[in-house]
């Protein structure tokens, strides 16, 4: 079995050195660093995480806490994670709250127990309703590593990872402006979310701009206990879009498939454009062009942000450890047919 001590005596440097290298240490020259994981792949070289943890008082493992497991972008985000956690030499435990803000409260309570080294989270839509943070507020103050992805509060102090909610949609209101389109509505399931409300502002703030007026018979606010196709429908027969964006991907799907059932050709009669999964626009005849969220590299990011956040606790670098990152990240319409 291959070892610290092996890689070493190779390498001809200290067991310290390699140490430091596969940790990215700023200590190391960055072509030592490429020496020692360039060798380490080489012989399949893993860190026995047991023992490094009872010398570090590390537990080399981060918590991971989202609100829909069974939702596509969390999903795609979770495995952005997965990927960066390998790749830093990181477990992951992941924890579904499933939209409870109960279940987000004492998810915090298991992962400050010394479980994890930090921890990166959505809220659930409960904890954004009651508008109540009580909970990361004294997770945070226990000075374990946190990092908000998606679902953010400016009433938190922690870096963030987040997508141009608002501007997505100010943009995709000029583009079908562009095309020729004159009467945009706007359909969302996401009114209580905060990246809804984004979304929904982006849209009338772009009406104004790019029309002069709002009109807020073009908004469809769809509520739980409603049903999306009888609701969309009726949205349809009313107001006689020209185009329509779904701030989900659900929505702009079975605004297609009402469209056609309408005897309305998407897109020559209808655009039709969707937030979200690309792979779910597959659904739909024609394929629902899509905005999408880059959930991978959401995970990717949530991931490298923590993980130098941590690094800053342990290794002492110099960081500002009051000062914190929120970064955004780019949306991108692709695909599709339905534009």
Request: glycine letters at 6%.
């Amino acid at each position: 079995m291959i070892t610290l001590k092996k890689l070493a005596k190779e390498l001809k440097v200290s067991i310290s050195t390699v140490s430091k290298a596969l940790r990215d240490s700023p200590e190391i020259s960055v072509e030592t660093i490429e020496k020692v994981k360039y060798l380490a792949n080489k012989y399949n070289y893993r860190p026995n995480k047991i023992a490094l943890s009872l010398k570090s008082n590390r537990t080399l493992t981060i918590g991971v806490i989202i609100p829909d497991i069974l939702n596509r972008f969390y999903s795609k985000v979770l495995n952005g994670i997965h990927d960066s956690a390998d790749q830093f030499g990181y477990d992951v435990i992941t924890i579904n709250t499933k939209e409870s803000m109960l279940k987000e409260v004492d998810s915090l309570q298991i992962f400050s127990s010394g479980t994890v080294d930090g921890v990166i989270i959505a809220m659930s839509e409960e904890t954004l309703n009651k508008n109540d943070y009580s909970h990361l507020k004294e997770f945070i103050m226990k000075e374990t590593p946190i990092v908000m992805f998606d679902r953010v509060t400016d009433k938190i102090n922690c870096d963030k990872v987040i997508i141009d909610d608002f501007d997505a949609i100010y943009n995709e209101v000029k583009s079908l402006k562009d095309l020729g389109r004159k009467k945009i509505g706007f359909i969302s399931t996401i009114n209580e979310l905060n990246v809804g409300k984004y979304r929904a502002n982006g849209f009338r703030k772009a009406s104004f701009d790019f029309f002069g007026k709002f009109d807020e018979n073009l908004i469809l606010r769809i509520s739980k206990n409603r049903d999306k196709h009888i609701e969309i429908e009726k949205f349809l027969k009313k107001n006689k879009p020209d185009a329509i964006i779904s701030a989900d991907i659900v929505c702009g799907v079975i605004s297609i498939n009402i469209a056609k059932n309408l005897n309305i050709e998407v897109p020559k009669e209808l655009s039709v454009v969707g937030f979200g999964d690309k792979t779910i626009s597959e659904y739909s005849s024609p394929k629902l062009t899509t905005i999408y969220q880059h959930g991978t590299e959401i995970g990717n990011r949530s991931v490298e942000l923590l993980v130098d956040r941590m690094n800053s606790k342990w290794f002492g670098l110099n960081k500002n450890l009051n000062s914190y990152t929120t970064d955004i990240i780019p949306t991108l319409t692709i695909g599709g047919e339905s534009k």
